[in-house]
């Protein structure tokens, strides 16, 4: 009886030992992660906002794909989602989204589009 009780007690310190040892790795992942991102001279702030930003890229490469004719108040809408979008992706290196490029381009045009248009109107 003696011997499952302390076998179970050291089956307890093994999980317990996993478990340390899982969270000191994934503290330690972070923390590689973070130095990587300031030694290519990038802000922590400014990399979670291009993460945002690309996800918001998405969502105008589509609205920009589908939409020829937009109403006014849509175009003020692309045209301010849009400059976030260029001005987080603008403090990013270049090669963090190059898969996104042409996404990129064609939010860029379609922005264009918009700014000629309205300029034209007024």
Same mark, same amino acid.
């Given at each position: 009886? !003696? *011997? &499952?009780? @302390?076998?179970?007690?050291?089956? @307890?310190?093994? &999980?317990?030992?996993? #478990? +340390? $040892?899982?969270?000191? #790795?994934?503290?330690?992942? $972070? =923390?590689?992660?973070?130095?990587?991102?300031?030694? #290519?001279? $990038?802000?922590?702030?400014?990399? +979670?906002?291009?993460?945002?930003? /690309? !996800?918001? =890229?998405?969502?105008?490469?589509?609205?920009?794909?589908?939409? *020829?004719?937009?109403?006014? !108040?849509?175009?003020?809408?692309?045209?301010? %989602?849009? %400059?976030?979008?260029?001005?987080?992706?603008?403090?990013?290196?270049? %090669? =963090?989204? *190059? @898969? %996104?490029?042409?996404? +990129?381009? *064609?939010? =860029?045009?379609?922005?264009?589009?918009?700014?000629?248009?309205?300029? /034209?109107? /007024?």
């Amino acid at each position: 009886m !003696q *011997e &499952i009780i @302390e076998n179970k007690r050291g089956g @307890e310190m093994l &999980i317990m030992a996993i #478990a +340390y $040892i899982l969270v000191f #790795a994934v503290f330690a992942l $972070i =923390l590689y992660a973070f130095m990587q991102l300031k030694l #290519a001279g $990038i802000n922590i702030k400014d990399f +979670y906002t291009f993460i945002e930003a /690309n !996800q918001v =890229l998405d969502k105008l490469y589509l609205f920009a794909r589908q939409y *020829e004719n937009m109403s006014s !108040q849509e175009q003020i809408i692309y045209l301010r %989602e849009a %400059e976030k979008v260029f001005r987080a992706f603008e403090k990013v290196p270049t %090669e =963090l989204w *190059e @898969e %996104e490029y042409n996404k +990129y381009k *064609e939010v =860029l045009n379609k922005y264009k589009d918009i700014r000629m248009v309205r300029w /034209n109107n /007024n």
